[in-house]
């Protein structure tokens, strides 16, 4: 059965960093995309980053470019959001998903399945 469970979510000061990371169960995960959504209280969950398959191509959410970095490393089946310079306005909870399709990156929900139960994420100003 095919488990998302992300971790590394915590409390940081503005202008601080933080490094999630995702752990996938499940042989499937090494020949999908994979990508980082998050929610704020109050809001529609939104795309943060995804990386393809190959990890040749990346995309980011315009909020965020610049300041956050998306990984894999395929043999610990484990994918990354590096995120820099934290704000305030990063303050939500994270989730990590498995892509539908191979080597698009998507940045739209609806092409994404599996999903992890998601890690808070605090910037305190």
């Known amino acids: 059965q095919e488990q998302l469970v992300e971790s590394g979510g915590g409390l940081v000061q503005a202008g601080g960093s933080l490094r999630l990371s995702c752990a996938a169960s499940g042989r499937s995960f090494s020949v999908y995309d994979m990508g980082w959504f998050r929610q704020a209280p109050g809001k529609e969950r939104e795309f943060v980053a995804a990386?393809?398959?190959?990890?040749?191509?990346?995309n980011y959410s315009d909020s965020v470019k610049g300041r956050f970095t998306i990984s894999r490393d395929i043999a610990k089946n484990t994918v990354y959001l590096q995120m820099n310079s934290l704000k305030p306005e990063d303050t939500a909870v994270y989730y990590c998903a498995r892509g539908r399709r191979r080597n698009i990156a998507a940045t739209t929900q609806d092409l994404y399945d599996y999903w992890g139960q998601g890690t808070q994420v605090t910037a305190s100003s």
């Open positions: 990386i393809s398959l190959s990890g040749d191509r990346t």
